[in-house]
């Protein structure tokens, strides 16, 4: 019911655009002309649904936001930045505005709470956090959506959501990035390895920690690249250690059962935590680990079991 409510307020303030737009103010009554909205009118209202935002991801406020509040912020920033009384100047300060309503929070609520913790902690409140921001962002960008359908589009800047998660990881991965991806390995290399050995782990703790980075790939490719790095560079030690030990004591044949049975059960585990890109990636890391840094060992393997084989072969004979 929430859910459509949204929906119908939004298809209401494409009514709005639609009937003002069309509307010939030669042939309206004097009297019916209201008087327009001051921009430091209209911001300090827009000011409040901010505010209250902030309030509902911060678990102060529990009330939602209704259909009639949507349709009120929707059209302050239609009636500011849309057609005529300097458009193109409204639209950039409420855009400005927009972006350091993130900026401010992230500043004085988010980055605080992350400064200081470490391994799990550190992770734990930075999901938590990064939830908080998509949440603010569903909101915010609904009130402020006027702005997409035209001014971001035309002067070819980020789009709203573009604008908080470029935020986000400015100013919180740009300044504790190596600590994030430390601590975000070390969890997942230490649960994941767990898991390659039988252990049964916390698995959706890996999962979400995993999703913020995929999340993040959208908007800001250098840090998913590092942590795929990472990643990739770990589960190469990993089944070099295990190749290393079974190409010295393994026949052939055993040796790929044991090949056969790590590429079907890592396949199935990352296909749970990863992109189709990154399986991918990590997929031709096991594969190279385990059989092409041996190709010419696996081949004398190969070949000596069928000289034993034929030689077993001609005294059964």
């Not at 911060?58 to 849309?82: K, M």
């Not at 190709?295 to 000596?304: D, F, G, I």
Request: glycine share 4%; net charge negative.
């Amino acid at each position: 019911m929430k859910t459509s409510r949204i929906k119908f307020a939004a298809i209401w303030c494409c009514i709005v655009e639609l009937v003002a737009s069309a509307s010939d103010p030669s042939s309206m009554a004097v009297d019916n002309i209201q008087k327009p909205i001051d921009f430091e009118q209209g911001w300090a209202i827009l000011q409040g649904a901010v505010d209250r935002v902030i309030n509902v991801v911060e678990g102060i406020d529990n009330n939602p936001f209704t259909a009639d509040e949507y349709i009120e912020y929707y059209t302050i920033v239609y009636d500011l930045g849309g057609p005529g009384r300097g458009s193109y100047e409204n639209s950039k300060k409420l855009y400005d505005l927009y972006r350091k309503a993130f900026e401010d929070y992230i500043t004085l609520k988010v980055l605080p709470s992350l400064l200081g913790k470490k391994d799990e902690i550190l992770l734990q409140e930075l999901e938590r956090r990064w939830q908080n921001q998509k949440t603010m962002t569903y909101w915010l960008s609904r009130f402020f959506g006027y702005l997409d359908r035209y001014f971001t589009t035309i002067q070819k800047q980020p789009s709203l959501r573009e604008i908080s998660s470029l935020s986000f990881y400015d100013l919180v991965f740009g300044k504790i990035n190596s600590q994030i991806r430390g601590a975000a390995i070390s969890m997942i290399a230490i649960q994941i390895d767990r898991e390659r050995e039988g252990e049964q782990i916390h698995q959706v703790i890996v999962k979400n920690v995993v999703a913020i980075y995929t999340e993040i790939g959208k908007d800001l490719m250098n840090y998913t690249r590092d942590f795929e790095d990472d990643l990739a560079k770990h589960t190469a030690a990993f089944y070099s250690q295990k190749a290393s030990n079974w190409i010295t004591s393994e026949p052939y044949k055993e040796y790929m059962l044991k090949v056969e049975d790590c590429l079907k059960h890592e396949r199935d585990r990352i296909s749970y935590y990863l992109p189709a890109g990154l399986q991918k990636k990590l997929l031709e890391v096991v594969q190279h680990e385990l059989l092409s840094v041996y190709a010419s060992e696996l081949q004398e393997k190969k070949q000596l079991d069928e000289v034993l084989l034929n030689v077993e072969s001609y005294y059964v004979g």
